[in-house]
């Protein structure tokens, strides 16, 4: 795994790392490999998927660079797509070979890395795509909440639009696609707990109180206590 790391390093080198941008994606995408390794030996899997799960923790935003570089923001919306880039970088330009990985993972690797960042799972993938596609899910969703805990990443401001109000009491995800405004944003991040899959990410939210952390950050306390005090709720539920 040294190795891949080394590779992923020189990846993330070729860009310029003087930029905080750039930086903070290169420690996410390391954070969100060992996250991937503690879900996936929570779910006793052994150690060549956990292996898998690793790598696919460590590239799923390798287009991250090239985004920033070319877009200067993070935003897919305004931007690109940058699941799809990914495996465009990795699987057209062969740049996955590098990773020394065995072919028959590839698929594997190359549906995990590409819905990383949708709305939802197809339905159409086989279990073990899927399998890899819920484990880097959460884990990239447990340090989003992380890095919204840093009070300099967060913007507030705007209305909360009825929409994305109406589908977080419904316990839906929100599209970007309908997120207007900052305040619509920080509702949309916390609305992803409910795409969570696993236990232990509900586990993992409850004993480090994250969710309270980025509440604590906020200036407008009042506007989103209700959301907080819900979300809140629903983690206890889904914990039993």
Same mark, same amino acid.
């Given at each position: =795994? ?13 860009? +310029? ?12 995408? /390391?954070?969100? =490999? ?7 030996r929570?779910? #006793?899997?052994? %150690?060549?998927?956990?292996? /898998? ?31 799809? !880039?990914?495996?465009?970088?990795l ?11 065995d ?21 159409? /993938?086989?279990?073990?795509s $899927?399998? &890899? ?17 840093? $009070?300099?990443?967060?913007?507030e401001? #705007? %209305?909360i639009? !009825?929409?994305?109000?109406?589908? &977080? ?6 599209? @970007? ?6 305040? +619509? ?6 609305? =992803?707990?409910? +795409? ?10 409850? $004993? ?5 952390? =980025?509440?604590?950050? /906020?200036? %407008?306390?009042?506007?989103?206590? @209700? ?5 809140? @709720?629903?983690? $206890?539920?889904?914990?039993?």
């Amino acid at each position: =795994m040294d190795k891949r790391r080394e590779l992923f390093r020189k990846h993330y080198e070729h860009y +310029d790392i003087r930029k905080t941008a750039i930086e903070r994606k290169y420690y996410h995408s /390391l954070r969100v =490999m060992d996250l991937s390794i503690l879900i996936s030996r929570y779910l #006793g899997l052994d %150690d060549k998927d956990i292996t /898998l799960a690793s790598i696919i923790g460590l590239l799923h935003d390798y287009a991250r660079f090239e985004q920033w570089t070319k877009y200067k923001t993070y935003s897919d919306k305004d931007s690109i797509d940058h699941g799809d !880039l990914a495996v465009k970088r990795l699987f057209e330009n062969k740049e996955i070979v590098d990773y020394d990985l065995d072919v028959n993972d590839y698929e594997t690797v190359y549906t995990a890395i590409k819905y990383h960042n949708k709305i939802a799972i197809p339905y159409s /993938l086989g279990n073990r795509s $899927k399998l &890899f596609c819920k484990i880097i899910r959460d884990a990239d969703k447990l340090d989003i909440f992380y890095l919204r805990t840093n $009070k300099s990443l967060v913007k507030e401001g #705007g %209305d909360i639009s !009825l929409k994305v109000e109406e589908n &977080f009491f419904n316990e839906q995800s929100i599209n @970007k696609m309908d997120v207007m405004s900052y305040n +619509d944003e920080i509702i949309s991040v916390l609305a =992803m707990i409910y +795409d969570l899959n696993f236990d232990y990410s509900y586990e993992y939210l409850d $004993k480090s109180q994250l969710i309270w952390k =980025m509440y604590s950050v /906020l200036e %407008d306390k009042k506007r989103f206590e @209700k959301y907080f005090d819900y979300i809140d @709720k629903y983690i $206890k539920r889904r914990m039993g």
